[in-house]
């Protein structure tokens, strides 16, 4: 081969492999169109993550350019994450109210507007304003994605979409620590540009996506011979937005809470009354509880992970960006074996599926972590590291699926907000408690952060601990959520003594 036609193999290899990729995900998406949907939505959660990760991979670099330490760090973090929690609750009310697709595509552009803010910022409270303000505008991503999906994908499958979705997210957080890391050690600043300029193409896409009816009933259908059109059940054999779960719960016979039935009607909700019905269903406080101890601990992990790496294995940066990447391709992986792991089960006839996958994740996650964070070898932490965090993203796809069961479709995008609000006040803590923790109470340095790490694996215990609670009470909330859906007014004739939930 001659050096002429060297580069023309190049682009037809190149072509080779994008179209061989297309291909896959149309068959395991459903077809084009609901590929499309998927790709747009995890790119939407996956710019977020990459901002967010950016901060951790870049926390030399702003503590020498701006100079700043540990605590500040993670107070920058702390801010945007609280922020977010407080403004998801007004975006979740318009994913419930408004045309979703239009508001995502315009909030996506004032991300990018706060991106380039936040590269040109002259000193430490400039860069947290910008910071607080795209906290704000980023808050949209949660209750609006989740509205979404449960509209334009059936049931039977949201987990194993869910897991697509959040593989977006975890390849954000990927190419922030590994590509705007990297960057950031040459500039900080050029690393948040790099992230600003996507975000406007972005929003251009999220503009033209079709808007899904409301209630489930705006499913995208599979294309004939995909993966979509063979999961998907028969026509006529399940009522028009019942999920799987809420057919299995009515077929044992499990009775729905009557305190849950007797609200109002989801769509005449105020804010207030929404609030009250979301926190009233006891399995959904298990999972925020559950989410916000592990999103704790993956916020101290995005933002001290790449020091923890270069100062625990004495690594240099390029090294301790590349650890994490492989680490995170365990974490893609988690979140695609987890989320059709789940639908698998609960299309078996086991209706608590989807909470058994994450519960058996989250305790797992736990055990794998402790050695990788003991050792010094980089080379024998990296098989821990792997299945740790796959572990532990693989509870995620099958418990946001197991949210839109046990919740009316018309509280989708308020039930999120709430849930997002509450693990969001945890996620902005963690920076900040991790950081405080290792530079006051183990004297900072790299005893400091491993010891800080090992303790707060606690959290991620607490978590796993809970989700084994929510067994008992999903089905009976599942039952509730799928009485109030069919007929919001309907008057129940409760037994004196009622079944208890049946596997």
Not at 82 to 102: C, Q
Not at 435 to 463: C, E, K, N
């Amino acid at each position: 081969m001659t050096e002429a036609e060297r580069p023309g193999l190049l682009r037809r290899a190149g072509r080779g492999l994008a179209g061989g990729t297309k291909r896959t995900l149309h068959r395991q998406l459903g077809g084009a169109q609901r590929a499309r949907v998927v790709v747009i939505l995890a790119c939407v959660l996956g710019l977020s993550a990459a901002d967010a990760s950016t901060v951790g991979a870049s926390a030399t670099e702003l503590r020498d350019g701006l100079h700043i330490s540990n605590t500040d760090i993670g107070l920058l973090v702390a801010v945007t994450s609280l922020v977010a929690a407080l403004a998801t609750l007004p975006f979740g009310v318009l994913a419930d109210r408004v045309r979703r697709t239009w508001v995502l595509g315009g909030v996506i552009v004032m991300w990018g507007a706060a991106m380039l803010w936040s590269a040109s910022v002259g000193d430490f409270g400039e860069l947290l304003l910008a910071r607080v303000f795209l906290g704000a505008v980023t808050a949209a991503a949660g209750p609006l994605v989740a509205s979404l999906i449960g509209d334009y994908f059936h049931p039977s499958e949201r987990g194993r979409i869910y897991g697509f979705i959040l593989a977006g997210e975890l390849l954000g957080a990927g190419f922030g620590f590994a590509v705007t890391g990297d960057i950031a050690t040459l500039s900080w600043r050029a690393a948040f540009v790099i992230l600003a300029l996507p975000a406007f193409v972005l929003a251009f896409l999220v503009f033209r996506l079709p808007e899904p009816a409301r209630g489930g009933r705006g499913v995208l259908v599979a294309e004939p011979g995909t993966r979509g059109a063979t999961e998907a059940p028969e026509a006529g054999e399940e009522e028009p937005g019942q999920t799987d779960a809420q057919r299995l719960a009515e077929e044992r016979g499990i009775v729905p809470d009557p305190e849950l039935t007797s609200h109002p009607d989801p769509q005449r909700m105020n804010l207030i009354e929404a609030v009250k019905h979301v926190l009233a269903v006891r399995t959904n406080l298990i999972l925020i509880g559950a989410s916000a101890c592990a999103y704790y601990f993956l916020a101290g992990v995005q933002t001290f992970g790449s020091q923890f790496a270069k100062q625990q294995y004495d690594i240099n940066q390029a090294l301790a960006n590349l650890l994490l990447l492989v680490v995170g391709i365990g974490a893609v992986g988690g979140v695609l074996l987890g989320g059709a792991l789940g639908d698998r089960l609960l299309r078996r006839g086991y209706l608590n599926g989807r909470i058994m996958v994450s519960a058996v994740a989250a305790l797992l996650a736990v055990a794998l972590f402790a050695p990788a964070l003991l050792t010094r070898s980089a080379l024998d932490a990296v098989p821990f590291l792997i299945f740790a965090v796959l572990f532990l993203s693989a509870q995620n796809p099958p418990l946001d699926a197991a949210r839109l069961d046990i919740m009316p479709p018309y509280l989708w995008g308020r039930a999120e907000a709430v849930r997002t609000f509450l693990r969001g006040i945890a996620q902005a803590l963690a920076p900040l408690l991790f950081g405080a923790v290792s530079d006051h109470v183990f004297g900072g340095g790299r005893s400091g952060l491993q010891w800080t790490f090992v303790v707060m694996l606690i959290p991620l215990l607490a978590s796993a601990y809970l989700l084994f609670k929510a067994l008992r009470t999903y089905p009976r909330d599942v039952a509730s959520a799928a009485a109030i859906s069919v007929e919001p007014r309907r008057t129940w004739d409760w037994p004196e003594e009622q079944p208890q939930p049946q596997e």
